[in-house]
T-cell receptor, first 113, second 114 residues
Framework: DAKTTQPNSMESNEEEPVHLPCNHS???????IHWYRQLPSQGPEYVIH???SNVNNRMASLAIAEDRKSSTLILHRATLRDAAVYYC??????????????FGQGTILTVHP | NAGVTQTPKFQVLKTGQSMTLQCAQD?????MSWYRQDPGMGLRLIHY???????DQGEVPNGYNVSRSTTEDFPLRLLSAAPSQTSVYFC?????????????FGSGTQLSVL
């Protein structure tokens, strides 16, 4: 399974933008980049995903580098409810288990009032 | 829609006991899966199913059984609980498990084995 590297933790102030980086230098051409987040005592929640082009939805934006070796999840205005662990995940067709999400350690995002 | 529903939310077992964790989804998803999350770690796949009557092992299947008799339900059975199975268990589903799909997760079952 392709691997990702994320910072262990990041901090932000409320109502400021947050840029969460992810490196995936071994990504292959068919790997999708997915982001999930996990709030305390809850199950993971889908945030966004993309393949090559930048993506926007109501929760966030995903900026994908031209060589696809890195990506950035952008929360445009952080709120206290955005405090969570954010996971950057590559979904690849070559995995041993169909449909599997490979979770790393993720980035713990702290949002200050 | 309720989404993915897991029961119970909490369970305490003694070593050697058996139990079934329930998972149900009302989105008509063909793909369902079970993950476990140990403290401070990411989730690991236990078993998955791509449709009724079809199941397969994930990366940590030992000590667990699954079956899929209906599209809606995907129970996880612990045959003889061990302290190493103390964890939080999450069920997840998606339309077909494809790379371009998002997974919907339940709220989890916290299991303690004494």
């Amino acid at each position: 399974d392709a691997k990702t590297t994320q910072p262990n933790s990041m901090e932000s102030n409320e109502e400021e933008p947050v840029h969460l980086p992810c490196n995936h230098s071994t990504i292959s051409g068919t790997d999708y980049i997915h982001w999930y987040r996990q709030l305390p005592s809850q199950g993971p929640e889908y945030v966004i995903h993309g393949l090559t082009s930048n993506v926007n939805n109501r929760m966030a934006s995903l900026a994908i580098a031209e060589d696809r070796k890195s990506s950035t999840l952008i929360l445009h205005r952080a709120t206290l409810r955005d405090a969570a662990v954010y996971y950057c995940i590559l979904r690849d067709a070559g995995g041993t288990s169909y449909g599997k999400l490979t979770f790393g350690q993720g980035t713990i995002l702290t949002v200050h009032p | 829609n309720a989404g993915v529903t897991q029961t119970p939310k909490f369970q305490v077992l003694k070593t050697g006991q058996s139990m079934t964790l329930q998972c149900a989804q009302d989105m008509n998803h063909e793909y369902m899966s079970w993950y476990r999350q140990d403290p401070g770690m990411g989730l690991r796949l236990i078993h998955y199913s791509v449709g009724a009557g079809i199941t397969d092992q994930g990366e940590v299947p030992n000590g667990y059984n699954v079956s899929r008799s209906t599209t809606e339900d995907f129970p996880l059975r612990l045959l003889s609980a061990a302290p190493s199975q103390t964890s939080v268990y999450f069920c997840a589903s998606s339309y077909s498990g494809g790379l371009n799909e998002k997974l919907f997760f339940g709220s989890g079952t916290q299991l303690s084995v004494l």
